[in-house]
T-cell receptor, first 114, second 120 residues
């Protein structure tokens, strides 16, 4: 079956712009989480969505936001981009929020801010 | 606060050698889950294993094995007879405890990763 799909895979933005990244979870999965990966900070949790509601949030500024649609697809938005936002953004999905289920990750979106 | 430490930043081995990746975690919770993921250059995190805090049984899957020791808060990963295709970054991760309303994983706290290079 298809895995977690993230688009776009690569993008370059200018400081001050905004960006929207998209994530399509595995079919039947309703929980979507986002992570930021940088060489300096490693993998850090951004937020988690389930049933169109944000359930958990990491320690990131308000410039980072997200949403989930009724079909479980999710988007994350970063406004007023800074150079430090350059990172690999990874989306993860699981069937639901119970601990019986595995968390699967997509290939990520590589964002470069210049 | 939860913390995961992977003390080995980089490991280099020759094909067919056995290699162990160390993972030490800190948590005050009695219920938690531990994970190992593999990240090839493409960027995707590939799930390898999940272990809950109540199950200290070691697990073997082909050339992969995991040693979970609650007494030392460690969850080490061994690759037997390593191959070039095993070259990747490996991450150990710890989940938050279940929330008040259910048994959600919550967020994952990752270690810094270990870069494994297997030379032919």
């Amino acid at each position: 079956k298809a895995g977690v799909t993230q688009t776009p895979r690569y993008l370059i933005k200018t400081r001050g712009q905004q960006v929207t990244l998209s994530c399509s979870p595995i079919s039947g999965h309703r929980s979507v989480s986002w992570y930021q990966q940088t060489p300096g900070q490693g993998l850090q949790f951004l937020f988690e969505y389930f049933s169109e509601t944000q359930r958990n949030k990491g320690n990131f500024p308000g410039r980072f936001s997200g949403r989930q649609f009724s079909n479980s697809r999710s988007e994350m938005n970063v406004s007023t981009l800074e150079l430090g936002d350059s990172a690999l953004y990874l989306c993860a999905s699981s069937r639901d929020r119970t601990s019986r289920n595995t968390i699967y990750f997509g290939e990520g979106s590589w964002l470069t801010v210049v | 606060a939860q913390k995961v430490t992977q003390a080995q930043t980089e490991i280099s081995v020759v094909e067919k050698e056995d290699v162990t990746l160390d993972c030490v975690y800190e948590t005050r919770d009695t219920t938690y889950y531990l994970f190992w993921y593999k990240q090839p250059p493409s960027g995707e995190l590939v799930f390898l294993i999940r272990r809950n805090s109540f199950d200290e049984q070691n697990e073997i899957s082909g050339r992969y094995s995991w040693n979970f020791q609650k007494s030392t808060s460690s969850f080490n990963f061994t690759i037997t007879a390593s191959q070039v295709v095993d070259s990747a970054v490996y991450f150990c991760a710890l989940s938050e405890p279940p929330n008040a309303g259910g048994t959600s994983y919550g967020k994952l706290t990752f270690g810094q990763g270990t870069i494994l290079t297997v030379h032919p």
